[in-house]
């Protein structure tokens, strides 16, 4: 069964960065591409980006996010993570880690984890 | 820049058949996902790829996609099945999510 676990999340000033990380389970990591989406309070779903499977060549980011935000992955650890640098109020959110499809295309999120809040005081 | 748009709501009546639109420009030309999400929980995936249903999925629950549009259809609505349902689909390798459509059985 496909598992995916975020941790991380939490409460932070304006500013801060914060690292969150999904753990995977059920399946073998290495051969899917992962991604991060986002649901501010009461909002929409948000897409903030992916990594393509095995080395991550392939990496896409939200326009808005590019240069403040960094999505990787540790295969030997079977985790997803995503740096989050500059956070504003406006970063507000859960953040979900989604599993895409195996290799390197854009398509279905097929598995989400339960979501980690992060929440950015000003 | 590429956007998905859905109506803010739907009602239906349970037995009855819900349809929900996600427009988009030559939307047909794209493959479209929709994900259902109660409250306080993970969206679910419902329909992928315009029309397939993954594993576990109840057959009442199909998808089209021609022209602008995208239509979920729920068959025989269900009271279980009200949740939000966003659409969507990639543009320019950028995701796109629809602003979501609250379906209430009523």
């Known amino acids: 069964e496909v598992h995916l676990v975020e941790s991380g999340g939490g409460l932070v000033k304006r500013g801060d960065s914060l690292r969150l990380s999904c753990a995977a389970s059920?399946?073998?990591?290495?051969?899917?591409?992962m991604n991060w989406v986002r649901q501010a309070p009461g909002k929409g779903l948000e897409w903030v980006s992916t990594?393509?499977?095995?080395?991550?060549?392939?990496?896409y980011y939200a326009d808005s996010l590019r240069g403040r935000f960094t999505i990787s992955r540790d295969n030997s650890k079977n985790s997803l993570y995503l740096q989050m640098n500059s956070l504003s109020a406006e970063d507000t959110a859960v953040y979900f880690c989604?599993?895409?499809?195996?290799?390197?295309?854009?398509?279905?999120?097929?598995?989400w984890g339960q979501g980690a809040l992060v929440t950015v005081s000003s | 820049s590429y956007e998905l748009t859905q109506p803010p709501s739907v009602s239906v009546s349970p037995g009855q058949t819900a349809s929900v639109t996600c427009s988009g420009d030559?939307?047909?030309?794209?493959?479209v996902h929709w994900y259902q999400q109660k409250p306080g929980q993970s969206p679910v995936l419902v329909i992928y790829?315009?029309?397939k249903r993954p594993s576990g999925i109840p057959e009442r629950f199909s998808g089209s996609n021609s022209g602008n549009t995208a239509t979920l259809t729920i068959s025989g609505t269900q009271p279980m099945d009200e949740a939000d349902y966003f659409c969507?689909?990639?543009?320019?390798?950028?995701?796109?999510f629809g602003g979501g459509t609250k379906l209430t059985v009523l």
């Open positions: 989604a599993r895409g499809p195996e290799g390197s295309g854009l398509s279905v999120f097929d598995y």
């Open positions: 059920g399946f073998t990591f290495s051969s899917f591409s």
């Open positions: 990594i393509s499977a095995s080395t991550g060549t392939y990496i």
């Open positions: 030559k939307l047909g030309d794209k493959y």
């Open positions: 790829q315009d029309n």
């Open positions: 969507q689909a990639w543009d320019s390798s950028t995701a796109i």
